[in-house]
């Protein structure tokens, strides 16, 4: 099982790490591990998000997800979208960028830096809108209750989430925006592209999850009409088959999925920065982690570790919000990727460990249920 859901990332790992090592030696193949490793640590909450996801679509969408959706985040997210956002900021054209990044490695890399604002503001608000819409949800499974009790009666004042995500994001363009750090150590006032970032986030986040989740429901309206159509043509003796509805909803949330993991990626591709500069040796580490968070996503959903580990999903969207805190922050300090890796982390662990407290009180309660329940059958026989 673990040999063939990984299989292509171990062998993306290798094809990457031989490349490196032509490219630029032995310097390069460890650049590109540790590239690799970062990746990884910044994007577990990622994977168990989307697994949440994933496990609704059907195995040929796993499949999409594995195959078209890499090549999207690999050479999408980790080696056109730095080209583009430089071509963009510095108002040049792509072919100009991509010379530039490739001959001229410190000019782009300030560039980068530079738009830096206006990905963190974007991103930030994509993700705070998930952790927000996450946390509002009257859900049955609760983790931290004495939170999210009273926060999903909040949840039932309209567009909640939209506000409180627009307050953030005024906060952010008056205070962190306005005093934001420029290349060189200068300051310069970055509030209106914030302002313009974080509201493409939003309506990105809206018109995506808006769609994806109405497809959703149409899916599940669909397969509804459908079951109790074959229970009448099981009744009349007629076979009938099912409707193809799967595919609308299925390819709205493989949209979805994607611009999700391009909001995560902006931490990696930028933390990036602080180990290389060089393009491709950033595409070959960030895309061999990539990989490997595409796999665990799989992994997570074939073995259904969600179901079995209920507050997974819960400790995963926490990340996400602190992770947006943290991306709105860094639009004017920087913040080591060892904390925001490691925040993820301590949130991710500490609900998987809530989970198998869960599992084996669950499980003790039924042991002793079945134990009262035999004495009970002995004194009766008795």
Not at 34 to 61: Q, T
Not at 230 to 244: I, Y
Not at 263 to 285: C, E, R
Request: hydrophobic residues 55%.
């Amino acid at each position: 099982m673990v040999l063939k859901t990984f299989g292509w990332s171990f062998a993306v790992t290798a094809l990457g790490l031989v490349a490196a090592v032509f490219y630029g030696g032995w310097t390069a193949f460890g650049i590109v591990a540790i590239l690799s490793i970062l990746e990884i640590s910044l994007s577990f909450d990622n994977a168990v998000v989307n697994a949440g996801i994933l496990k609704k679509m059907n195995a040929f969408w796993q499949k999409i997800f594995l195959t078209i959706g890499i090549l999207i985040a690999v050479f999408g997210m980790r080696l056109v979208f730095p080209v583009v956002i430089v071509a963009v900021s510095a108002q040049m054209g792509p072919i100009e960028a991509v010379d530039l990044a490739l001959t001229d490695k410190d000019r782009y890399q300030e560039l980068v830096t530079d738009a830096h604002p206006s990905i963190a503001a974007f991103g930030g608000m994509f993700l705070l809108m998930i952790f927000l819409d996450f946390i509002f949800e009257d859900r049955d499974i609760k983790w931290l209750g004495w939170l999210e009790r009273p926060l999903a009666k909040l949840g039932k004042i309209d567009m909640l989430s939209v506000c409180i995500a627009l307050i953030v994001l005024l906060i952010s363009s008056m205070t962190f925006a306005a005093n934001a750090h420029q290349h060189g150590g200068t300051h310069v006032d970055k509030a209106e592209t914030v302002l313009l970032s974080g509201v493409a986030g939003l309506i990105t986040y809206m018109i995506v999850g808006g769609l994806s989740g109405y497809f959703e429901d149409k899916l599940e309206e669909e397969e509804e009409r459908e079951h109790e159509a074959e229970e009448e043509a099981a009744r009349a003796g007629k076979p009938r088959s099912a409707v193809a509805m799967a595919g609308k909803a299925a390819f709205f949330m493989f949209l979805y999925l994607e611009v999700l993991d391009a909001s995560f990626s902006f931490d990696g591709v930028i933390g990036a920065f602080a180990i290389t500069n060089d393009i491709i040796m950033m595409a070959l580490g960030l895309g061999i982690g990539a990989m490997y968070v595409r796999s665990l996503t799989v992994y997570l959903v074939r073995q259904g570790t969600l179901d079995e580990y209920v507050y997974l999903e819960h400790g995963a969207h926490y990340a996400i919000g602190a992770l947006a805190v943290i991306l709105m922050v860094t639009i004017q300090y920087q913040i080591s990727e060892l904390i925001t890796g490691g925040i993820g982390v301590v949130l991710i662990a500490a609900s998987f460990w809530s989970s198998v407290r869960r599992n084996r009180a669950l499980a003790a309660a039924e042991g002793k249920a079945v134990t009262s329940g035999e004495k009970t059958e002995v004194s009766s026989g008795v």
